[in-house]
């Protein structure tokens, strides 16, 4: 079990994977996004704020060598340890992208899943990157993020560093977050998973109370009227 001080969403373990050790020990997520997402072999797969690589790695084998899983990371060393592992275990249908999740460097209607773990919170203006999540995928593409929510009444003090980093400081009310989702153009927003904070009988547990982790699925019109 990690230390909830030094990290961000605080998996009490990881979530079982055939991903490369190298890639598991730096899994910071707090759930797993890719069983909700039904990946299917050839699809175009996109996950914002890959790090190491964890669910990219587990992606990669449901695509298979029709499909293609691309990381999007803000930070270098991430990226340049997620490509360590990719090309140390021969990984030929996944890549790494330097970038941020508010401008996803990707061309629109390209993708036919977004995933995200444990990284939308961070994000200070949430509906920029759903939107941009909206952008990348094709008409009936799907977006799933496991990801901290808080609360309605908890306190939180927003300009705290170590809430920031305990990712408590960026958490939303789950109606925020999922009326950010629908703003941002999505439809059929379910929650498919919620652990709440510590309560002892699920494999996840966030640091603080008051404080839960969900798994989220939406997906994108195929017709943009509706
Ligand atoms: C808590 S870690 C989660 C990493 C990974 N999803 C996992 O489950 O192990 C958050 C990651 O999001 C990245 N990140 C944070 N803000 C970002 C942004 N605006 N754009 C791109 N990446 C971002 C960080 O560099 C870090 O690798």
């Known amino acids: 079990m990690r230390e909830c001080s030094?990290?961000?969403?605080?998996?009490?373990?990881?979530?079982?994977?055939?991903?490369?050790?190298?890639?598991?020990?730096?899994?910071?997520?707090c759930g797993s996004p890719i069983e909700p997402a039904g990946i299917k072999e050839g699809e175009i797969v996109v996950d914002l704020g890959s790090g190491g690589g964890f669910d990219v790695f587990r992606a990669s084998k449901l695509v298979g060598q029709s499909g293609?899983?691309?990381?999007i990371d803000a930070t270098p060393e991430m990226i340049w340890s997620a490509r360590e592992t990719a090309k140390k275990y021969s990984f030929s249908n996944v890549e790494f992208r330097l970038g941020e999740i508010e401008h996803i460097p990707l061309d629109s209607g390209s993708a036919d899943v977004v995933v995200s773990n444990c990284v939308i919170n961070l994000a200070p203006d949430k509906l920029v990157v759903f939107r941009e999540a909206h952008r990348i995928l094709k008409p009936g593409g799907r977006l799933v993020v496991s990801d901290v929510i808080a609360e309605r009444n908890l306190k939180i003090d927003r300009n705290d560093p170590k809430a920031w980093a305990e990712c408590v400081a960026g958490a939303l009310p789950e109606s925020e977050y999922l009326g950010l989702i629908k703003e941002a153009g999505f439809t059929g927003i379910q929650t498919a998973e919620k652990t709440s904070g510590q309560d002892g009988k699920t494999t996840q547990s966030c640091c603080s109370s008051g404080i839960s982790a969900v798994v989220l699925t939406a997906t994108k019109p195929r017709n943009p009227n509706v």
């Open 6 to 29: 030094d990290s961000c969403c605080c998996p009490q373990s990881t979530p079982s994977s055939t991903a490369p050790p190298e890639a598991s020990q730096i899994y910071d997520g």
């Open 68 to 71: 293609r899983v691309i990381g």
